[in-house]
């Protein structure tokens, strides 16, 4: 298992003073012998916020890419840059620290889907954010990421370096690269010793042009060779992505004619809901509790839940009641979950008499759902019973961030896992996003309501402890470590937060500088 230290910087000599110095030397002294390339071919790839949008657009002398905005779909853009025709691919990124298990399925297939849209890329930049650490953990994410294209990607990829520090203007970029530690050493030696560091308080033009010498290098150095794609990689992955497109648009007329269907035939058990009592389940850090904000339309701050929290509102004339409870550690079975956590679960019924009419099972979108989760989430609920899935809702929390175009693809992309827990909850699903008008929450609630009027009682408690389930079914499931022993519980929220906190006060300085990049070009 790897390890895993979230070190803050690399105070230590690095064995060979790395060298983009000597690199750039080399570069130096052969530019001139490596003919410019009337068209340019390049793919960005990268992590999640690492100022790719502002890479792509400096190289390409025009905002063609929204700063800050989700990418879900590979996209190519044509421009005319220093009388060069270059294409531009950009790629959607996978969450900074996650390994290649934990990323979304469909992260994976848009990445290899770049292939399909730049056919015959001269390089890849693999952009990374001097601004942020870069550790063990986030080395190894590159890795597994990068080498979904096959190994050989490393001899057509060049880092590219963002920076943007007014205070630190001039900069050396060598003491820069130096500072960030040792793990950034080894990526760009895997890379062949190509960097490259887009400082903006460079001038851009003379940055890029500077940029497009290096991939002219570097074409010369496979004799005028293109990154050779492996054929049936992209055909298995092409396949499957229409295929996940197909039952995608299946499952969204599915459940639409089924809401239909049901609002016809329930009008005339038309029952008035004055109130509606609902218990949020999910994981630590799941987003249970931005639910609950934007249901009731709060702005208090999310903390992490350690008992059951009732909170109440108004939404459209109905009386709200919302109880949030505990979350467990993802991967965990019941028998690793305390039982402090496991009691305030089972008590949230008992919160809300007569009894709740849903429960939301919050899932966090854009991330990876496997076998060990389903285990997990279905020990976890079945806390309140084995009836509980009548009266469960699935809900994606942050949609902003859900990394497909559509729910049902991110439900398709997944595989058997999320799909059984969708069609366990009968296929009833819903998106919640942080920036709304109000329409999705008042869905969701007619959803709660068409749920309730299919039922005929409310969740009742627990009596026995028959929910924990059989000891087979503990036996099967086996136990997991969730904590690996090199990694305490504050450096494991570490993991999971680091890509959710995402401060953008520095967006604006960048986008300001491009913007001034594309006025003087």
């Not at 502002?54 to 190519?76: C, D, H, P, Y």
């Not at 220093?82 to 990323?103: A, C, D, I, K």
């Not at 997990?376 to 175009?405: A, Q």
């Not at 929910?467 to 090199?486: A, N, T, W």
Request: charged fraction near 25%.
């Amino acid at each position: 298992m790897c390890k895993f230290p979230f070190s803050h910087g690399y105070a230590g000599t690095i064995c060979q003073k790395y060298v983009a110095m000597s690199s750039d030397i080399k570069l130096t002294t052969t530019m001139q012998d490596c003919p410019a390339l009337p068209v340019m071919n390049i793919i960005i790839i990268g992590s999640k916020w690492e100022y790719k949008c502002n890479a792509a657009n400096t190289i390409l002398s025009q905002n063609e890419f929204r700063v800050g905005k989700e990418i879900i779909e590979s996209e190519m853009k044509q421009r005319t840059v220093q009388n060069r025709s270059v294409s531009l691919v950009m790629t959607p990124g996978w969450w900074r620290g996650f390994t290649l298990h934990e990323s979304a399925k469909y992260i994976q297939m848009e990445i290899v889907h770049s292939l399909k849209l730049c056919p015959a890329p001269h390089a890849f930049l693999l952009v990374i954010n001097l601004h942020k650490p870069f550790t063990d953990m986030h080395l190894n994410s590159v890795l597994e990421h990068m080498e979904i294209l096959g190994e050989q990607i490393w001899n057509h990829t060049i880092v590219l370096l963002i920076y943007n520090n007014k205070e630190q203007r001039h900069a050396d970029n060598t003491l820069l690269i130096e500072r960030a530690g040792k793990e950034l050493d080894i990526l760009i030696k895997k890379c062949g010793n190509r960097v490259h560091v887009f400082n903006y308080t460079v001038r851009r033009g003379k940055n890029v042009e500077k940029l497009f010498h290096k991939i002219e290098n570097l074409v010369a150095e496979h004799d005028g060779q293109c990154f050779k794609i492996d054929s049936k990689l992209l055909d298995d992955m092409e396949e499957k992505r229409r295929t996940v497109k197909k039952r995608a648009e299946e499952r969204e007329v599915e459940v639409k004619t089924k809401m239909q269907t049901l609002k016809e035939h329930l009008t005339e058990k038309s029952i008035d809901f004055p109130e509606l009592r609902i218990v949020l389940m999910g994981g630590k850090m799941a987003g249970k509790s931005t639910a609950v904000n934007i249901i009731l339309k709060n702005k208090q701050v999310v903390s992490r839940t350690k008992k059951c929290v009732m909170s109440k509102g108004e939404v459209d004339k109905i009386k709200v009641i919302l109880i949030d409870t505990p979350g467990w550690w993802p991967y965990a079975s019941v028998k690793e979950t305390s039982e402090p956590v496991k009691k305030e679960i089972m008590s949230s019924v008992t919160m809300c008499p007569p009894g709740p009419h849903a429960v939301l099972l919050v899932l966090r979108p854009g991330v990876a759902f496997t076998e060990a989760h389903r285990r997990s989430v279905k020990e976890h609920m079945e806390l309140l019973g084995g009836n509980v899935w009548k009266y469960c809702i699935v809900v994606f929390s942050r949609g902003d961030w859900m990394g497909t175009p559509t729910i049902e693809e991110h439900i398709e992309s997944e595989g058997e896992d999320l799909q059984w827990l969708i069609n366990k909850c009968g296929n009833r699903y819903h998106v919640l996003n942080k920036m709304h008008d109000g329409k999705q929450v008042r869905e969701l609630l007619e959803k709660v309501q068409m749920m309730t009027r299919g039922n005929t009682e409310f969740l009742t408690p627990v009596e026995n402890d028959s929910c924990l389930g059989s000891i087979q079914d503990m036996l099967e499931r086996g136990s997991f470590d969730l904590l690996p022993p090199h990694m305490d519980e504050e450096d494991y929220i570490t993991k999971w937060l680091e890509d959710i906190v995402f401060d953008h006060s520095c967006l604006p300085d960048t986008f300001n500088d491009i913007s001034e990049d594309v006025k003087q070009n």
